[in-house]
């Protein structure tokens, strides 16, 4: 099969691993804006041809050679190039995996994630598939959730639970994209609730929360993501509520709402740096660690936990608990890289890997709680990739 992963950055490296070392892979197509970057891949090639591409995904009207017999693309950009890269896929003939959506600024803007499974009827009646919000979460706790709520009959309640952030001198700090995080954290979070999505404050919900070892208790707050968007809509059955929590730095989050009302954080402040130009935004974000260079020094674990609240087929409440941890050591091991975007690339290549067949997903557009359980926790446990699910009476 022939892939494309679009962005050579700190995920896209990553990816691009994963699928040199897959044995179907006979060709790998690495395209990014900046030519070095995807050059610099060039040698992982030892079972598939690598070819390193310069291109923007931004402008996807260039993009048709680029696509042309690939069988699928894997968007390792940032969530704004979605959409267009995915108009490209479609307009080629090729399958579509992404790692995220484009979390909304405000209130009022549509999430990211709704517009592209919006396009499902369409990607249906070209009988092709793009799967959206693969990563490690969403991607792989939708995947958990999945797994908990098929033991049930009823389910009232699903939680996402999240402890990433990092240790030490790098405490809650995220360690996925920079980018994403403050676009993350800019968004107002939501619970689903009654059937619809409900805001809540910034940094409200807070609890303790007890992981598997080595991760132990971490103090959580409720934290815009997909999930709580994703599962209600694509589970294949009601959800009383669905809720997000992550183990970020409360201060951290204030401080983001803060100069982002005040108007720091806005792509046009300007300020100078060392006689140079740059925005606000970006100054603020080199201050944070940068995970592409963290691989070495980050110790501990990352856990997600899926848990779903609901009845047994036989009527009685039970709990059932999906579960992964993963030591940033190890991850570091494995890839050279740190145990979040370890996931995230596990899950992206055992995607694109499915939907390089054409025959183990559905045509349209899917997330990842609609894919079949079977195959893809297959696929991921071939990665490393393994989660535990658990079952007790609530």
């Not at 980050?298 to 087929?313: C, D, F, K, Q």
């Amino acid at each position: 099969m022939k892939v494309a992963v679009f962005g050579a950055g700190g995920l896209g490296r990553i990816i691009a691993l994963e699928l040199a070392a897959d044995p179907r892979v006979t060709d790998l197509v690495l395209v990014d804006k900046r030519g070095d970057r995807s050059k610099a891949l060039k040698s992982i090639g030892r079972i598939a041809a690598v070819h390193p591409l310069q291109a923007d995904a931004g402008r996807p009207e260039t993009l048709g050679p680029i696509l042309e017999d690939v069988d699928v693309a894997a968007n390792a950009t940032l969530p704004e190039f979605n959409l267009p890269l995915m108009g490209a896929c479609l307009e080629a003939g090729c399958a579509y995996v992404d790692p995220w959506g484009m979390s909304p600024a405000g209130a009022a803007e549509t999430p990211g994630i709704l517009a592209q499974l919006d396009l499902d009827a369409v990607w249906k009646g070209r009988g092709l598939t793009a799967v959206v919000s693969m990563g490690s979460d969403p991607g792989i706790s939708s995947i958990m959730a999945r797994a908990a709520a098929d033991r049930l009959a009823q389910v009232d309640e699903i939680r996402i639970l999240k402890a990433a952030a990092g240790t030490g001198a790098l405490g809650g700090y995220p360690l996925y994209s920079r980018a994403v995080f403050l676009r993350d954290a800019l968004s107002p979070p939501i619970e689903w609730e009654a059937g619809k999505a409900v805001p809540r404050p910034y940094v409200s919900g807070e609890e303790d929360y007890e992981f598997p070892p080595p991760v132990g208790t971490r103090h959580l707050y409720t934290f815009y993501h997909e999930e709580v968007l994703t599962l209600p809509r694509r589970l294949g059955r009601p959800v009383g509520r669905v809720v997000y929590k992550h183990d970020i730095n409360p201060d951290l989050v204030r401080a983001i709402v803060a100069l982002h009302a005040i108007g720091l954080l806005a792509e046009d402040r300007q300020i100078q740096v060392a006689g140079a130009r740059m925005t606000f935004r970006d100054a603020f974000l080199d201050t944070f660690p940068e995970p592409s260079t963290l691989t070495g020094p980050v110790e501990g674990a990352m856990a997600i936990v899926s848990e779903a609240l609901g009845t047994r087929p036989d009527g009685s409440r039970a709990r059932v608990r999906g579960t992964i941890v993963v030591d940033h050591r190890e991850a570091n091991r494995k890839l050279g890289t740190t145990a979040e975007r370890f996931l995230t690339a596990g899950a992206m290549a055992a995607a694109a890997s499915l939907l390089a067949d054409g025959k183990t997903f559905r045509p349209g557009v899917l997330a990842a709680e609609e894919l079949p359980p079977e195959p893809v926790q297959r696929e991921l446990g071939a990665r490393g990739i393994t989660f535990q699910v658990d079952e007790r009476d609530a």
